[in-house]
């Protein structure tokens, strides 16, 4: 079965810090993968996504993340946080796409906090 | 561009009622996803719908039901509700499957935030 593991439920980093929040997959095809933001009261943002080609993909905000097929992960980086950064990420991967592509499977998410 | 939007924002209901969530759509855009997010947790696929017709359903029962409307509006409902069903119900659109690209990416609303009590 589909699954996504995002390890560390919270992360605290300091502002200016680099970021790297973890996420593992479980897929048996070529998965689509995503990452998304939700700050408080507010819906998902999506900040990057791999679907094939180039393994680093360039997102919005300044975040990156690395798809590693061998490790079966998909790490959300960013080399200096900002103290608006502060949220909650969660990984996702397409389970349904070219039938439901609306199917996501969501990690459990990584709560980012940042000191000034 | 307008975004997708949901109605209520909040709201409370107690066990055994039925509750109707909205959402519109984000413009250009035919084929809405519903998902729950309990506490604490990542969002579940409840299911999607694609040209008015249910289009892929995740792990919920029956009593979990929805529509989508000639406009792409859409709405989820749920009967006899359970104190389990609290959670953030998020709505989100993205384009459809056939004609142009498909790049499956969601666009979420803001979410209903259900209480049972």
């Known amino acids: 079965a589909q699954s996504v593991t995002q390890p560390d439920i919270h992360i605290t980093v300091s502002e200016g810090a680099s970021l790297e929040l973890r996420c593992n997959y479980s897929?048996?095809?070529?998965?689509?993968l995503f990452w998304y933001v939700q700050s408080p009261g507010q819906g998902l943002q999506l900040l990057l996504k791999?679907?094939?080609?180039?393994?680093l993909v360039q997102g919005i905000k300044g975040f990156e993340a690395e798809f590693k097929r061998s490790q079966s992960s998909f790490n959300l980086r960013k080399p200096s946080v900002h103290w608006s950064d502060a949220a909650e990420y969660f990984c996702?991967?397409?389970?349904?796409?070219?039938?439901?592509?609306?199917?996501?499977?969501f990690g459990k998410g990584t709560k980012l906090s940042v000191k000034p | 561009e307008t975004g997708v939007t949901q109605s209520p924002t909040h709201l409370i209901k107690t066990r055994g009622q039925q509750v109707t969530l909205r959402c519109s759509s984000q413009?250009?855009?035919?084929?809405v996803s519903w998902y729950q997010q309990a506490l604490g947790q990542g969002p579940q696929f409840i299911f999607q719908?694609?040209?008015?017709?249910?289009?892929g359903r995740g792990n919920f029962p029956p009593r979990f039901s929805g529509l989508q409307f000639p406009n792409y509006s859409s709405e989820l409902n749920v009967n006899a509700l359970e104190l389990d069903d609290s959670a953030l119900y998020l709505c989100?659109?993205?384009?459809?499957?056939?004609?142009?690209?498909?790049?499956?990416?969601?666009?979420f609303g803001e979410g209903s935030r259900l209480t049972v009590l």
């Open positions: 989100a659109s993205s384009r459809g499957l056939a004609g142009g690209l498909n790049t499956g990416e969601l666009f």
């Open positions: 897929y048996g095809a070529t998965p689509y």
């Open positions: 791999y679907f094939s080609g180039d393994t």
């Open positions: 996702a991967v397409g389970a349904g796409y070219g039938g439901s592509q609306g199917n996501l499977i």
């Open positions: 413009s250009g855009h035919n084929t």
């Open positions: 719908y694609y040209r008015e017709e249910e289009n």
